[in-house]
């Protein structure tokens, strides 16, 4: 694991979801998030393979943690391939999972029943369960309500507007605001960062994707959560460093990482 801490780890951004093993990040990704003031990163799974890698990169770093799950665009791969790495070290999430119903590359009823089968993994694991939710929330409460939310969940890349996020406020979730909140036609996204409870706020890049304004069409990097986080002051009158401390602290929280 590598030692050259460029921010305490009580200190600085954290990142709470951001898949650091795709193309053109790993390793030198996290060193220049560290420059950047990045204290934190979740490294999330999407399959078999980026599970793995996530896996690999999270024991080489002190600052990264991993998630290991099946994305709802390859739902129709099944479990099997990820049971190895559930009891890795530094795993402390399922996901991310859940329903994507704009692209359905997985027939929708394979979707649920796999997002099904990780919610139940979450409860057994005792993991934070991380969902990726696309033009289906109906349907994602739906099985949420079905399998038992776990004690940590996780919206990633809350896309939502002031209803969706009071739904998932009332079962117990956090919300985790992307470079989205940033964009100008996303004033709904805007108003449920708002809206958000203090102890239920979150922030990410999901990097390599989503960069913030102004920097909206460039590959995206983990020190752009910085970026984020002075939106999402802005939108709730607060301070820079008020939104820093208390979505790393929450990210502690909702990861259980001590």
Not at 15 to 33: K, Y
Not at 174 to 183: H, P, R, Y
Request: proline share 5%; aromatic share 6%.
């Amino acid at each position: 694991m590598t030692d050259d801490l460029d921010v305490s780890p009580r200190r600085g951004w954290a990142d709470s979801h951001v898949h650091l093993q795709w193309e053109d990040m790993g390793d030198e990704a996290v060193v220049a998030a560290r420059a950047e003031g990045v204290s934190l990163m979740i490294c999330v799974g999407t399959g078999a393979q980026t599970s793995r890698e996530a896996v690999e990169l999270a024991s080489r770093h002190h600052d990264v943690w991993a998630t290991v799950g099946l994305h709802p665009h390859d739902a129709s791969e099944g479990l099997t391939e990820l049971a190895p790495l559930w009891d890795a070290a530094r795993v402390v999430g399922v996901g991310e999972c859940g329903l994507d119903y704009h692209y359905e590359h997985s027939p929708r009823d394979r979707q649920r029943e796999v997002f099904a089968g990780q919610i139940r993994l979450a409860h057994e694991l005792d993991r934070t369960l991380v969902i990726h939710t696309r033009e289906a929330w109906d349907d994602t409460f739906a099985v949420l309500a079905e399998s038992k939310v776990p004690p940590r969940t996780v919206f990633h890349c809350f896309t939502g507007g002031p209803q969706e996020a009071t739904r998932a406020l009332d079962i117990g979730a956090w919300l985790s605001f992307s470079g989205i909140v940033t964009f100008k036609g996303a004033a709904d996204v805007a108003a449920a960062a708002a809206l958000c409870p203090a102890e239920s706020l979150l922030i990410e890049t999901d990097a390599p994707y989503l960069s913030p304004a102004p920097f909206r069409g460039q590959p995206n990097r983990p020190g752009r959560v910085a970026r984020v986080g002075e939106v999402v002051a802005d939108i709730r009158a607060t301070s820079v460093d008020e939104i820093r401390e208390l979505t790393r602290e929450n990210t502690r929280r909702a990861f259980a990482i001590r």
